[in-house]
């Protein structure tokens, strides 16, 4: 019903920039919220920003000013600019895309792309 197709991952070194993609179709009418998570290495998937139908948007503490989520609404796409890039931003970046019910939500995912912080 909804797909979501993330780009933009690589290699990249410590201090440098990456700038994710998340391209949404099919059934978007019902959905709340959009959103990027990651799964590093050994680690649980995590809430990494998060942005809603009215533009409010949320932040990890781990990358609260260094990343920043913006949509283009004409292009049912989600961005996910990440500076200052740190070894511990290494990890797959999932898009999300939610429909919330006052007791339940309603999760769909993109496969991930990479996003790798070595020297």
């Known amino acids: 019903q909804v797909q979501l197709v993330e780009s933009g991952g690589g290699l990249v070194q410590p201090g440098e920039s990456l700038k994710l993609s998340c391209a949404a179709s099919g059934s978007l009418s019902s959905i709340d919220a959009m959103g990027w998570y990651r799964q590093g290495p050994g680690k649980t998937r995590d809430k990494v920003a998060t942005i809603t139908t009215g533009g409010s948007t949320n932040y990890a503490d781990s990358v609260a000013g260094r990343f920043t989520i913006s949509r283009d609404n004409a292009k049912n796409t989600v961005y996910l600019q990440m500076n200052s890039l740190k070894f511990e931003d290494t990890a797959v970046y999932y898009c999300?895309?939610?429909?919330?019910?006052?007791?339940?939500?309603?999760?769909?995912w993109g496969n991930g792309t990479l996003v790798t912080v070595s020297s």
């Open positions: 999300n895309a939610a429909r919330h019910g006052p007791t339940w939500v309603i999760d769909y």
